[in-house]
């Protein structure tokens, strides 16, 4: 396995496989590595040539006051993850080398998907997100690109950033995966004493209670979301920032319930932000 540091070092690498006729799969992380992002290898192990994965702590979608400075960091441990998976190449650049002195230049998602939900609590992420994954595409040329469900709102604006920017990435979409109380995997659950991961599931518990209200004929949004905030509200340690019934593409709020409709949940338990997301199918 290669582990690449510089964006000429990728940028060769990508060019000649490219010239090789090699297809390039893509997963953008951000370390501190757990079994949803090896979902995301495995995936890409399976269907593309070649398997680069990202891990780069990208500054440029924390705001002020979070947690770019504790976000958790095992950079041994997550090498040897990716080598025994089988990855060929990482790419793990320092800030410097993505954003040198002089960085003027940002991708901003504008057009309602971007200022909702998570992009209204933290103003600023996905202009970080969209800038990052935009530059890893430019650098790495990946033919096919993997993300996960979990983070449902960054999914829908990276694939409109690969259709508007004609990046000629596939963007794959892998289902949330999650621990076995049901709690979505994520590096941020290291956060969580032992008090707070017993807490914690009780964001997807609120999830399913919804998806079966809807299976059983509740249409009104308002009164699935008013339950999911009376069962978080009765969960100590948790904190409900949102929790909403949309349309699965443009993140709206559903009127009624009828066909497909996405649910959402970011809650804090603790001091730590969670999201979770549920398709729910009529
Ligand atoms: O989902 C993440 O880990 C990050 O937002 C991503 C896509 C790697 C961009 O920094």
Excluded: W
């Excluded at 890893?136 to 983070?151: M, R, S, V």
């Amino acid at each position: 396995m290669k582990i690449l540091k510089t964006i000429q070092e990728m940028s060769v690498f990508s060019k000649k496989a490219r010239r090789d006729g090699k297809s390039i799969g893509l997963v953008p992380t951000m370390g501190f590595l757990h079994e949803g992002h090896l979902s995301l290898v495995k995936s890409a192990l399976l269907s593309v040539d070649l398997t680069v994965v990202s891990i780069f702590i990208n500054p440029a979608q924390f705001g002020k006051n979070e947690d770019l400075d504790k976000y958790p960091r095992n950079m041994d441990k997550d090498l040897a993850l990716l080598k025994e998976a089988g990855v060929d190449v990482v790419f793990a650049p320092e800030a410097s080398e993505m954003y040198p002195g002089g960085f003027i230049t940002f991708v901003t998602p504008q057009g309602g998907l971007e200022d909702v939900l998570e992009g209204e609590i933290r103003p600023g992420h996905f202009r970080g997100v969209a800038t990052v994954v935009a530059k890893l595409f430019n650098i790495t040329e990946p033919d096919k690109a993997f993300f996960g469900q979990k983070d449902a709102q960054q999914c829908l604006i990276i694939k409109k950033l690969a259709h508007d920017l004609n990046f000629s990435a596939e963007i794959v979409i892998l289902p949330t995966v999650r621990e076995t109380d049901g709690l979505a995997k994520s590096s941020r659950n290291s956060y969580l004493d032992a008090k707070e991961r017993k807490a914690a599931p009780a964001i997807f518990k609120a999830l399913q209670m919804a998806q079966h209200m809807i299976e059983l004929g509740e249409n009104d949004p308002s009164v699935v979301t008013a339950e999911i905030r009376k069962m978080i509200g009765r969960t100590k340690l948790l904190d409900l920032e949102y929790a909403v019934i949309t349309d699965p593409e443009t993140l709206h709020p559903v009127d009624s319930i009828g066909g497909r409709a996405l649910a959402l949940i970011a809650a804090k338990v603790g001091t730590t932000r969670l999201i979770d997301n549920i398709m729910i199918e009529r």
